[in-house]
């Protein structure tokens, strides 16, 4: 359904309670009895998952999967597949410079690609209260999985010609898969960049924001928004460099200090985050959620700015009444004083 993205994200912002928006999306399987394995190959199952989810939740949007093997898989590169865990790469697929200039940008639609576009159109053809993000990675982090995300650290100080290729390639594919997405009906992407918040800020400046910006102008418009994840440790020092990418909204990690963010940026800038999903959602309790939610809101939620969610995404096996007990401590918060409604 197509909506006009920025002033829905807007009202995001005016309202006195405001719906938060976690990465969740592969917790589904436990509501449909199915696998990862399952759920990444069925464009059906996907926008089933997310309908589930819909239902379940009281969030401000959906979210598709998060997979981010997804793109390095349609370059060739080698993923590894478990039953109840998110895909992972595996190696590399280049090796040098030669290689770099001979590898092919790969056509939308190659490896799952298709797949997953299917499953978001299917997703939005049945989720009509909210608007339905699709998931992409970004171009720093898909260029280290093509060369490996410990070899393209040295690459960017021996070989930075080979990296800017391979982001020039990376860049060009993002923006049709994006570009897809968008025909498809999906009112935005979530892209995440988590590879990046290990550069410096002058590495960022570099070798990631630059790129992002190029996607955001190539996508983002009043009916289709980008919103940037980061979850790596050096996000506060290369905020900078991260907001001039001009994305929607900023979604960061729990690595770091919401409050800290939100005391650098203006409050025109949306900024969401960052509950634990790991250790809270997929190993804490009800209790111990509520009392994570509650403290990060009395923190932060009085920030018109501020958006509630998890740090990064749901892991698939995260206990239900763990995330059951996020959305029931949200929905009791009231941002002029953290009260309990």
Known sequence: ??????????????TKVKKPLPI??????????VTVRELISDSDLQAEGMARIAERVDAAAAVSLMDLSVEAECFGAQIVIREDEVPTVKGAVISSGEGAEAMAIPPVGAGRTGLYIDGVRKAVDR????????????????????LDVTEIMYLCYDEPETVQLVLDKATEFLIAYGTAYKAAGANGILMA?????????A???EFSSPYVKKIVDALQDDSFLLLYHNC?????????S????????YHFGNAVSMKEILDRVDENTVVMGNIDPAGELRHGTPESVKKAVKSLLAECGGNPNFILSTGCDVPPMARWENIDAFFDAAAKFDKDGAIER
């Not at 359904?1 to 005016?14: F, P, S």
């Not at 989720?127 to 280290?144: C, E, K, N, Q, T």
């Not at 991260?242 to 909204?249: D, F, N, Q, R, V």
């Open 242 to 249: 991260i907001l001039s990418t001009g994305a929607a909204a």
């Open 127 to 146: 989720i009509g209260d909210r608007p339905v993000f699709a998931g992409m990675i970004g171009p720093y982090s898909l260029a280290g999985r093509l």
């Open 1 to 14: 359904m197509k909506r006009n993205m920025k002033k829905w994200l807007e009202e995001q912002t005016q």
């Open 193 to 201: 960049e988590p590879l990046a918040g290990v550069l410096s800020p």
């Open 203 to 205: 590495m960022m400046d």
């Open 24 to 33: 969740l999306s592969f917790p589904a399987i436990q509501l449909m009895g």
């Open 232 to 240: 790596g440790n050096n996000t506060v020092q290369s905020l900078d």
